[in-house]
Nanobody, 114 residues
Framework: QVQLVESGGGLVQAGGSLRLSCAAS????????MGWFRQAPGKERTLVAR????????YYTDSVKGRFTISRDNAKNTVYLQMNSLKPEDTAVYYC???????WGQGTQVTVSS
């Protein structure tokens, strides 16, 4: 059973930065495509960014392009999401997941104040 644990969320002012981490255990992390998703109150959970098993290919939803960077360290079984130039509309619970494997973390709250 794969376990994913997110950390790094918090309260930040607009224009600030946060770095989320997601540590994996119990599986073959280096074989998984990993993704960061977010869910704002009253809205559906949506994909924010995705990274291939090697880290050589990434995808970002349009609203975060140029501001967020996804990366991974397979030696540490960890995936990261660097979030810069944060906006109030980025406020949500952020989840990491092994894409297509239905492995999810418990989520970490990100709140951006205006």
């Amino acid at each position: 059973q794969v376990q994913l644990v997110e950390s790094g969320g918090g309260l930040v002012q607009a224009g600030g930065s946060l770095r989320l981490s997601c540590a994996a255990s119990g599986g073959t992390f280096s074989r998984y495509i990993m993704g960061w998703f977010r869910q704002a109150p009253g809205k559906e959970r949506t994909l924010v960014a995705r990274i291939s098993w090697s880290g050589g290919s990434t995808y970002y939803t349009d609203s975060v392009k140029g501001r967020f960077t996804i990366s991974r360290d397979n030696a540490k079984n960890t995936v990261y999401l660097q979030m810069n130039s944060l906006k109030p509309e980025d406020t949500a619970v952020y989840y990491c997941a092994a894409v297509g494997k239905n492995y999810w973390g418990q989520g970490t709250q990100v709140t951006v104040s205006s």
